[in-house]
């Protein structure tokens, strides 16, 4: 009889227990899922800006990176290790040379592979590096909007003036 009412009082305990232990099992894997889809987010969005170093999505995706990768992970730490010799590069250097915009280059494929291994995508640095379109339309319109805002500034600075040629004076005699 004891046997029945040990079983018994088991079958009642995990009836009781069952809801608590999935419901926390369900905020468990919600709580990995925000995380994974955090951390996918600013890789999709590097992936994609990789050409448009300069634009706002792809800066604010490198700064998120020291707030969602963990240091306690190896490979999450590898990220990191990336993300801090590429954040050292550019913000020093000179960038007009060469061979500046070539190390940039391969220091960002570098942390965009780390990335893809942490997230499980089978990316090689060279599909990284190659694989991104960037029309040469939007590089000159980037190039002339960059040089009206400098000459309207300088215009608005005092450093430049406007030319301006008169055509057609009213009549004197009028």
């Keep these: 009889m004891d046997a ?5 009082g088991l079958i009642i305990l995990a009836t009781l227990l069952s809801p608590v232990i ?7 894997l919600d709580e990995r899922n925000e995380v994974r889809g955090r951390k996918l987010s600013i890789f999709k969005t ?3 800006t990789r050409s448009y170093v300069f634009s706002w999505a792809h800066v604010e995706a490198l700064n998120r990176i020291d707030l969602e990768f963990m240091k306690s992970h190896k490979k ?16 020093h250097g000179d ?3 060469a061979h500046w915009g070539s190390t940039r ?9 780390k990335m893809a291994l942490v997230l499980d995508y089978d990316f090689d640095k060279t599909h990284i590096k190659n694989s991104s379109y960037a029309p040469q339309y939007h590089a000159d319109t ?30 004197q005699n009028d």
Excluded: C, F
Excluded at 4 to 8: F, G, L, N, W
Excluded at 150 to 156: F, H, R, S, T, W
């Design 4 to 8: 029945v009412s040990i079983s018994d």
């Design 22 to 28: 999935a419901v926390q099992v369900t905020r468990h």
């Design 46 to 48: 590097l992936m994609a």
């Design 76 to 91: 999450e730490k590898a990220v990191v290790e990336a993300w801090k010799a590429y954040h050292d590069h550019l913000s």
């Design 95 to 97: 960038v007009t040379t």
């Design 105 to 113: 280059v391969d220091l960002m494929v570098e942390l965009l592979h």
């Design 142 to 171: 980037e190039g002339q909007l960059a040089a009206i805002r400098k000459g309207l500034i300088e215009v608005l600075d005092g450093q430049r003036v406007v030319p301006m040629v008169v055509t057609n004076l009213p009549n």
